[in-house]
């Protein structure tokens, strides 16, 4: 999809203005926390199952090029067939390719998020396929001709009121005076409407979880069984996933699978977790009998062996955006390209630049949390910062950064005249607000205080606080 | 496409900052795919069977499937009626075509229309086997093949299953080692569908949402096909 991350400010205003999105998000704000936060306290191994999943996908990654190779063989000697794209525009080839030689008109699509990075809805349309989103949330917002704004929850940034309009409108050749308030009913119209266009479609495509390189399986994980229908029905089953995908054997995905679900909707288990292992076998009365895997790369080699390799043990659970402050408050849309939250605000860079998606990574308050539920522990705010040094090194920042930090610099290099003035600042901002306890104006902070209050400190710095509380545990250790 | 796959590896193996894998390597890598191992397994479900079929059967009603569990397989037909009768659903039943479900008694239910197959659009209620069930998410395994149609686990909205009691482990790595003992090492059917509870969906404003795609109701008939001497009563 084309991007708009350069344009992050303009898009996070407009989110924080939009009554209706605020109203939708906020069923992020509690919602997904809640339901992780129960699913882990069941699993007393949960953390420990973190650790070894990271591992698994260490050992993967180190190894990456013997496992995809071995991958690729099993694939082939299940009857499948492997197309290697080194970047979208190769993926979006091959699809097509595979479409016009079997005469396709319907296509079926599960929920894949490489399928928005490579813009493969966009592609199909434009040779003339009609394409159908088969996962509700994204069928929800391929009405609306919107990109998904969470990787798991599409459609999360909508209310009801806003799918029943969207249902109104596109289901013409339903009676006009059904009732739609319900959400139960809106799931059922969604299921009444696709049920046909399962049924009639000629390909379907669906992403990947998993790769496994024992069995030459693909792996989907779903509750809907859009998915399963997507891919079992029509003569054709096109995966299309990521390098990175890849893991050993069953045993290494049943542990990662353990912490998926729980990290991403807080449920034990999904509803469907399906191994696709190669077409139809003769003596299989149904599923597709064409098998075709599209092994992506588009930037993902480059970041192995770097500072930004762990983030290829992303599983797209979405944890860390559900408990991150900056995507609560302004949604998914406003990072204004395919992945969203603290591991979009890494990825993308990644995979568009950094002079594009530059804003990402310093939208974050690095309080923390997306590492802290990261179930493949993946150091996010480290990596945010790997993306704010090189765009200080490559002169990206605003001037007004630069100028900020050259001010800041210049004191932190005299450290008698920082503690002098930091010390002076802290008295006189504490003297000034005591009676308030805070501010709602103060100048050269303008930009915070436009929103919100600025606590007035209590009249010593940090480091007089630290070393008075050094002071006092020696005594202490003394007596 | 060769050209590509060789570009792909050539940069991995750029980044990596080695060439192929050295034999040395290969050996243990091998040897790790020849003999899979089980990670961390949760105690949850390393429990005496008698107790993994408990967790099985209140996992299941946690994720608003429905249990009952009979004594005998020739039981089934009798309770099929029954549910079908009390949930308002149509008498009617596509049966997976395997051997143990066609051989029970339908003849003592003359009402039940019975058709094997793979799942028709009109189909409202499935009747399939498993291969396998795990009792630490109450996850259900089934194996496809020309026992096991997938289309009759998806298509239907209302999905019966019958589970024997032995079927019943505790962890997917148990599965997979009675699906390896069964098939051969790195075999696989073509599709492994594992199921925990009903179709579901949270896309509308978080609420959870049953039958969104696939079946509404997930009903287990959890048949106890145990020796005697290992029943509790």
Known sequence: MESTSHAFKDNARAALANQTLQKAMKHVKTGFIDKRAKARARLPEFDDLRDVARDIKNHTLANLDFYLERYEEKVIATGGQVHWAPTGEDAVKTVLDICRRVDARVVTKGKSMISEEIALNQAMEAAGLDVVETDLGEYIIQLRKEPPSHIIAPAVHLTKEQVEADFRHHHRELPSERSLSQPEQLVAEARQMLRRRFLEADVGITGANFLVAETGTSIIVTNEGNGDLTQTLPRVHIVVASLE??????????????????????????????????????????????????????????????????????????????????????????????????????????LIGIDEAGHLPNASTFCGRCEAVCPMRIPLPKMMRHWREREFERHLSPPSVRAGLAVWAFFARRPRLYHFVTGLQARLLGRLGRAAGRFDALPFARGWTRHRDFPAPEGRTFQQLWAQRQGGRQNGKRR | MSGAKQQILASLRRSLRRSEPSAETRVELERRLAAPRA???????????????????????????????????????????????????????????????????????????????????????????????????????????????????????????????????????????????????????????????????????????????????????????????????
């Open chain 1, 245 to 350: 995908k890849v893991v050993p054997n069953l045993e290494d995905v049943s542990t990662i699978l353990r912490v998926l679900a729980r990290s991403a909707t807080g449920q034990e288990f999904s509803s469907y977790t399906t191994f696709s292992t190669g077409p139809r076998r003769p003596e299989d009365l149904d599923g597709p009998e064409e098998y075709h895997v599209i092994l992506l790369d588009n930037g993902r080699s480059n970041m192995l062996g770097g500072e930004f390799q762990d983030m290829l043990r992303c599983i797209r659970c979405g944890a860390c955006m559900n408990h991150c402050p900056v995507y609560h408050a302004v949604g998914g849309h406003a990072y204004g390209w395919v992945y969203p939250g603290p591991m979009g605000a890494v990825l993308t860079p990644n």
């Open chain 2, 39 to 233: 990670h961390l397994i949760p105690q949850r479900a390393q429990l005496p069977h008698a107790e993994q079929l408990e967790l099985m059967e209140a996992m299941l009603k946690e994720l608003k499937a429905t249990v009952v569990r009979l004594a005998d397989e020739a039981e089934v037909p009798q309770a099929i009626a029954d549910y079908l009768k009390n949930e308002n659903l149509p008498p009617k039943l596509r049966l997976a075509p395997r051997d143990d479900l066609r051989r029970l008694p339908w003849g003592g239910q003359p009402l039940l229309e019975v058709e094997e197959g793979i799942a028709e659009a009109a189909d409202a209620t499935s009747l399939t086997g498993a291969f396998a069930a795990i009792a630490e998410t109450g996850t259900l395994m089934m194996a496809s093949g020309p026992e096991a149609p997938v289309t009759l686990n998806f298509l239907p909205e209302n999905h019966i299953v019958v589970l024997r009691a032995s079927q019943v482990t505790g962890t997917y790595e148990e599965a997979w080692q009675r699906l390896r003992a069964q098939l051969g090492k790195d075999v696989m059917p073509r599709a492994v569908n594992m199921i925990t509870g009903p179709s579901r969906t949270g896309d509308i404003e978080q609420t959870i949402l049953l039958g969104a795609h696939g079946p509404r109701r997930l009903h287990v008939l959890l048949v106890d096909d145990r020796p005697d001497d290992q029943r509790r009563d």
